[in-house]
């Protein structure tokens, strides 16, 4: 059974960090790239970052670059989104996706 488990959310003040992790099983880790998307208050479903399955190409929206790094380890099966310097405008839920999988979502809330 696919699973895809995030982890990390939580309430942070402006100018705050987190990191985000999503879990994997269930499928060969490796052979995927893995991506973050976000619903934010204003947006529909956000893409913010993807990552190749062997970790050596990784791309991020432009919104959040020089904030948010997308990493990956495949011998855990786990992909990170380190955000610092947060805004309130990065207030969502986040979600990690891979393939056609997705996982619950962990919220993010960035406020005073």
């Known amino acids: 059974q696919v699973q895809l488990v995030e982890s990390g959310g939580g309430l942070v003040q402006p100018g705050g960090s987190l990191e985000l992790s999503c879990a994997a099983s269930g499928f060969t880790f490796r052979r995927y790239s893995v991506q973050w998307y976000r619903h934010t208050p204003r947006t529909e479903r956000e893409f913010v970052a993807t990552?190749?399955?062997?970790?050596?190409?990784?791309s991020i929206i432009n919104s959040v670059k020089g904030r948010f790094t997308i990493s990956r380890d495949n011998g855990k099966n786990t992909v990170y989104l380190q955000m610092t310097s947060l805004r309130t405008e990065d207030t969502g839920v986040y979600y990690c996706n891979a393939n056609e999988w997705w996982g619950q979502g962990t919220q993010v809330t960035v406020s005073s």
């Open positions: 990552i190749s399955g062997d970790g050596g190409t990784a």
